[in-house]
């Protein structure tokens, strides 16, 4: 069993930037899959980005170039850099892990972006 544990979250001015971080409980291996979700109210939760076995990434083209994934594997986290962000990157965050045919979510966090 995994528990991931996210943090980070927060309001924030547009332009601005968050990080937000994401522990899993367990060791990660090579083969998982870490990602971020996010859902906004009324929509479909999405991926926003993702990072497999030798740091291979991925983004979904809203937040190219905004947003940055990394992992610290020694610590068992996953990491979002967020930056210049806007108010359609308001939404709730969730950290996933993925594992085979296995699935973990963390519990979400809030970010809104708001003047």
């Known amino acids: 069993q995994v528990q991931l544990v996210e943090s980070g979250g927060g309001l924030v001015q547009p332009g601005g930037s968050l990080r937000l971080s994401c522990a899993a409980s367990?060791?990660?291996?090579?083969?998982?899959?870490m990602g971020w979700y996010r859902q906004a109210p009324g929509k479909q939760r999405e991926l926003v980005a993702a990072?497999?076995?030798?740091?291979?990434?991925t983004y979904t083209d809203s937040v190219k170039g905004r947003f940055t994934i990394s992992k610290d594997n020694a610590k068992n986290t996953v990491y979002l850099q967020m930056s210049s962000l806007k108010p359609e990157d308001t939404a709730v965050y969730y950290c996933?892990?993925?594992?085979?045919?296995?699935?973990?979510w963390g519990q979400g966090t809030q970010v809104t972006v708001s003047s």
């Open positions: 996933n892990l993925g594992r085979g045919r296995l699935d973990y």
């Open positions: 990072i497999r076995s030798g740091s291979m990434t």
């Open positions: 367990g060791r990660i291996f090579s083969i998982d899959v």
